[in-house]
């Protein structure tokens, strides 16, 4: 597969980067300090497009045709690509929130999971509590992975490995995958979370991708509801998704969408980010 020079961006290009990260970072903040059981997927997408139009930046989620929301929230069966509504959030639920802000041209794009608490139910809060954890350690694995790889095949193999070590059977979306980001929030080149034949595009500096698994307790088999966005799992077991935007640079790797640069999530795996000089 030829690899087109302009998946690769300059420095200046990527410190660009920083801010629409950092934004996004903060929406996704906001978001987290609002969760508990009664508040509605709208009332999250509200605290998250209040940041990040009052830093000065633009919802690239409303970008794409035909969505009208700031953030995707997906509960319980539902996977990725929920639409926020009026449904209040139940002792129990799990919860993946994507969001993405444009500052300047330049995008960031970054997911997480939470569980809301349920006292009266903790083997389920337990074992979706697990998923989450599980997935958001595939997603550090890929982007350590990303620090030492020569090519992005690498990212999705580490991302694999991580959830087949850690014995629980869970299945990973195939038809769904991490991507390029820039200019535009979705770039070439595809960003797989588990190993394909191909091994992808060189890694070097100036690639800057979207690295997001998405797991779930049963079979990785999913479909699309009647409103044409969310993609919930077939057999009705919950879901997980974890993202985090990242570049390559001379120096090593930086998490965009990470105010730390992903210190903390990298250090067990040995990894430290370096600034984008
Ligand atoms: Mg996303
Ligand atoms: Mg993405």
Redesign the pocket.
Known sequence: MPVRRSIYKSTAQLRAMIEPGLITAAALDAVRALIAPGVTTLELDAAASAVITGRGAKSN?QMVRGYRHTI?ASVNEQV?HGIPNSRALEPGDIVSI???AEYHGWNG???FTFVVPDESRPEVVAERSRLSEVTEGSLWAGIAALATASHLGEVGAAVQDHIDRSGEGYGILREYVGHGIGRK?HEAPSVFNYRVPDPGAEVRPGLAV?I?PMVVLGDQATFVEDDDWTVSTRDGTAGS?W?HSVAVHDDGIWVLTAPDGGAAGLAPFGVTPREIG
């Open positions: 989620f995707c990725v994507d969001a993405g794009d970054s997911a929030m979207a997001e998704h993202e």
